[in-house]
């Protein structure tokens, strides 16, 4: 009990202890699954990763699989530390509620409800978001990972946008997130379980 009083002073990154490959570095870190603000639904969808290693990553063969089995590959790209790289279904602002993705990808469409599965260049999940009716997912607004290093897969990580951008959508594409929090007492629960499983 004693040796917990020092971590609970520092934010730790939290691995998902049920996906070991979830400690990768690069994670989904928000997601735009219903847009309002774009021409149609279809191009104002996107998914924004965020590296929360030390080094440069290179997205390189990362691949996003949907819950039917749609895919998309990263290019070649060096993120930095503490980055942020946007794939979105179209790069035209006067169409997709004005942003500007890093990458667009085709073929590829993000459910309501359903999931996103992120896997490395070896072909190894990273981690799998899931989302159900009781995640944060709603129209107009994205769906934010509260902190980088919380367990991914849990809906308690989660929050909506609170923040506008573009043509009036609510969500961070490229930026950090506006629901972000760095506590230990908010992640208690997720950090209680890394160590006792």
Do not use: H
């Amino acid at each position: 009990m004693l040796f917990l009083i020092p971590l609970a002073l520092v934010s730790l990154p939290v691995p998902d202890p049920e996906t070991p490959e979830s400690a990768s570095f690069i994670v989904v870190n928000e997601f735009m699954a219903t847009p309002t603000a774009s021409a149609t639904e279809a191009e104002g969808e996107w998914v924004e990763f965020y590296n929360r290693s030390g080094e440069y990553v290179n997205l390189a063969g990362w691949r996003v699989e949907n819950q039917s089995g749609a895919c998309f590959t990263l290019p070649t790209y060096l993120l930095p530390p503490g980055g942020y790289y946007v794939a979105g279904a179209s790069s035209n602002r006067s169409r997709n509620g004005d942003y500007s993705p890093d990458f667009v990808y085709g073929g590829f469409s993000i459910s309501s409800y359903g999931s996103l599965t992120l896997y490395n260049p070896q072909g190894q999940p990273a981690e799998c978001i899931a989302y159900t009716a009781g995640w944060p997912v709603a129209a107009g607004r994205s769906c934010e990972r509260v902190n980088p290093g919380w367990i991914g897969s849990m809906a308690s990580s989660w929050a909506s946008s609170v923040e506008t951008y573009g043509d009036g959508d609510l969500g961070t594409p490229g930026d950090r997130n506006s629901v972000y929090q760095n506590s230990f007492a908010d992640n208690t629960w997720a950090f209680i379980k890394a160590f006792v499983q």
